[in-house]
């Protein structure tokens, strides 16, 4: 599976995003889905994910509350929905998928599959 992302750019403090991941090939609903981030210097981190059925969501405690994760079967996409963005929020965020599923405790290299990636940046 492609992942391209978008909808990264520069938000004030207290704004909202919406990022979009777009996934080609016909098994995108065999795959969970989920973002993670990584700011400068820093590895990089879970934030959400999605199960395959997207009954299920998964977040990092840093965005609980704020951001919330879903997915359109229909279109192929998953998203990410950033609302009372802090400057602590910028990082690039990508994309991910894997077959069997996301979790916080997923290690990054078992998934896979990722997209190139957005910018977010949350001005202090």
């Known amino acids: 599976v492609q992942l391209v992302e978008s909808g990264g750019g520069l938000v004030q403090a207290g704004g909202s995003l919406r990022l979009s991941c777009a996934a080609s090939?016909?098994?995108?609903?065999?795959?969970?889905m989920g973002w993670y981030r990584q700011a400068p210097g820093k590895e990089r981190d879970f934030v959400a994910s999605?199960?395959?059925?997207?009954?299920?969501?998964y977040y990092a405690d840093s965005v609980k509350g704020r951001f919330t994760i879903s997915r359109d079967r229909a279109v192929n996409t998953v998203y990410l929905q950033m609302n009372s963005l802090k400057p602590e929020d910028t990082a690039v965020y990508y994309c991910?998928?894997?077959?069997?599923?996301?979790?916080?405790?997923?290690?990054?290299?078992?998934?896979?599959?990722w997209g190139q990636g957005t910018q977010v940046t949350v001005p202090s």
């Open positions: 991910a998928a894997r077959l069997g599923g996301i979790y916080s405790y997923t290690l990054k290299e078992d998934v896979g599959n």
């Open positions: 090939g016909r098994t995108f609903n065999s795959y969970g």
């Open positions: 999605i199960t395959r059925s997207g009954g299920s969501t």
